[in-house]
């Protein structure tokens, strides 16, 4: 089992840039495929970036393609930065860990953290 600790949310203008962490517990985090999924207020939760095990698959939903980048590193960190933001991209954004898929469903995801809330103003 892992935990999850998501930070890094805020305010910010549109156009300027946040990066979000999401750190994870024990010793096997390079076992988990990692994602990162938002909630808007009325909205379903979505998909917004994952990236393999290894490191060498990432993956994007179209809105974020070009302005977000996911990126982990060796030790137990999963990173969401996010530039060019959009009033559209605010939401509270939630983490995720799993030991098989890496898609873009949400209910195929095991493990997640807590949100952090990420506003966008124009």
């Known amino acids: 089992q892992v935990q999850l600790r998501v930070s890094g949310g805020g305010l910010v203008q549109a156009g300027g840039s946040l990066r979000l962490s999401c750190a994870a517990s024990?010793?096997?985090?390079?076992?988990?495929?990692m994602g990162w999924f938002r909630q808007a207020p009325g909205k379903e939760r979505e998909f917004v970036a994952a990236?393999?095990?290894?490191?060498?698959?990432t993956y994007y939903a179209d809105s974020v393609k070009g302005r977000f980048i996911i990126s982990r590193d060796n030790e137990n960190t999963v990173y969401l930065q996010m530039n060019n933001l959009k009033p559209e991209d605010t939401a509270i954004y939630y983490c995720?860990?799993?030991?098989?898929?890496?898609?873009?469903?949400?209910?195929?995801?095991?493990?997640w953290g807590q949100g952090t809330q990420v506003t966008v103003s124009s």
């Open positions: 995720a860990a799993d030991g098989t898929t890496y898609g873009s469903s949400w209910s195929r995801w095991n493990y």
């Open positions: 024990g010793r096997t985090f390079n076992t988990y495929n």
């Open positions: 990236i393999t095990r290894s490191g060498r698959g």
